[in-house]
């Protein structure tokens, strides 16, 4: 009965952690580039969309699927680096734990 209650105490740390985490995911921003510099995208680690900057230089109307394909590119740039960071936290509130390979927690 001990052994539970210490995995009950332990399950109600890593909550509260988890929830913790949460929370700093949505004010952690990433940025995401492409076009060496020349559409930047910003968001959260959560993948909240907060920002997108453009060269000015890029913006002629004949080149207009290269802007498109740049604002893609930096935005999957960016969704990978949000998706890193927030393994990143979560591997943190999860190290020590015995978990099977592969579960997401998020």
Do not use: W, Y
């Not at 909550?15 to 559409?39: H, N, P, R, S, Y």
């Not at 900057?53 to 004949?62: A, E, F, G, M, Y």
Request: aromatic fraction near 0%; hydrophobic fraction near 45%; proline fraction near 5%.
């Amino acid at each position: 009965m001990r052994d539970l209650m210490g995995i009950m105490k332990q399950a109600q740390a890593m909550q509260q952690k988890m929830e913790a985490v949460q929370a700093e995911l949505d004010t952690i921003e990433v940025e995401g580039t492409a076009g060496g510099g020349m559409v930047t995208i910003r968001m959260t680690a959560k993948g909240a969309l907060k920002g997108v900057t453009i060269d000015p230089s890029v913006l002629n109307p004949d080149e207009k699927e290269i802007v498109e394909d740049l604002i893609v590119a930096a935005a999957n740039d960016a969704r990978q680096k949000a998706e890193r960071t927030m393994q990143e936290r979560m591997a943190e509130v999860t190290k020590g734990l015995p978990l099977p390979p592969g579960l997401k927690l998020f």
